[in-house]
């Protein structure tokens, strides 16, 4: 196998990965942060319980929604930047051709060369080569709505199962210890995952979700200590 074949980019990955990375993380961090703050509290173990399940539900379906509508809003706006493209190739086939022509020498072909290269892009695929080109619209980072929506759920769902399991598995005197402890440790092996997937420093990822996730989590232990202390 040549090293030609052997060479894998990761940003056709971008799109769900980004989903699935933001869904986890969101679903540990808040999910966590809320079963600390309510055991904080001094609430019961089932009040505890509730108030897990109810975030875990209400966050998938509110994450995959989000999800879903924002995207399906970048897939408008780039099938509408596509449809006005293939009018105007439609219209000013000749014109395009110039235009794409200076894209490529503003890129450093030739004046020639750029122009020969346009002119057969475009008559191999000239939506393809303006799409590409000229609006920045490829296929590995196209708008997916429902590709984003599902990976950011179930995402999330993966990301709620670490802090509701532990909460469920011990005594109630050790909800707040057990779930601080095993959330901390599955946002390290997240960053550490999300770092290695998409091909970053593996430390500098597991640093950024580590930590930005315990001071969550700490401050809402903290805030629901303060509200039961005051009730």
Do not use: C
Not at 20 to 32: E, F, M, R, T, Y
Not at 150 to 167: D, E, I, N
Not at 177 to 182: K, N, R, S, Y
């Amino acid at each position: 196998m040549s090293y030609i074949d052997r060479e894998h980019h990761r940003t056709q990955r971008v799109g769900w990965l980004r989903a699935a990375v933001l869904g986890a993380n969101d679903g540990l961090v808040s999910v966590g942060a809320l079963v600390l703050g309510v055991a904080a509290s001094q609430s019961s173990p089932s009040s505890v319980a509730i108030a897990g399940v109810s975030a875990w539900i209400a966050g998938a379906l509110s994450m995959a929604a989000g999800e879903y509508v924002s995207v399906s809003s970048q897939a408008d706006t780039e099938e509408a930047d596509l449809n006005m493209e293939r009018r105007a190739l439609e219209r000013y086939p000749r014109e395009e051709h110039k235009e794409l022509a200076r894209i490529y020498e503003r890129r450093g072909l030739e004046p020639e060369l750029a122009d020969k290269v346009a002119r057969q892009l475009m008559e191999h695929d000239a939506l393809g080569a303006h799409a590409r080109d000229e609006i920045g619209i490829t296929d590995a980072a196209s708008a997916r709505p429902l590709q984003a929506a599902g990976a950011s759920g179930l995402s999330f769902t993966v990301g709620v199962a670490p802090p509701l399991l532990a909460m469920w598995l011990v005594p109630g005197s050790l909800i707040i210890p057990v779930v601080l402890a095993v959330s901390l440790a599955f946002l390290a092996v997240l960053g550490a995952l999300a770092a290695w997937t998409g091909g970053a420093p593996i430390v500098r990822g597991t640093l950024r979700v580590f930590l930005w996730g315990t001071l969550t989590m700490v401050a809402t232990g903290a805030i629901g200590a303060m509200l039961g202390s005051a009730g």
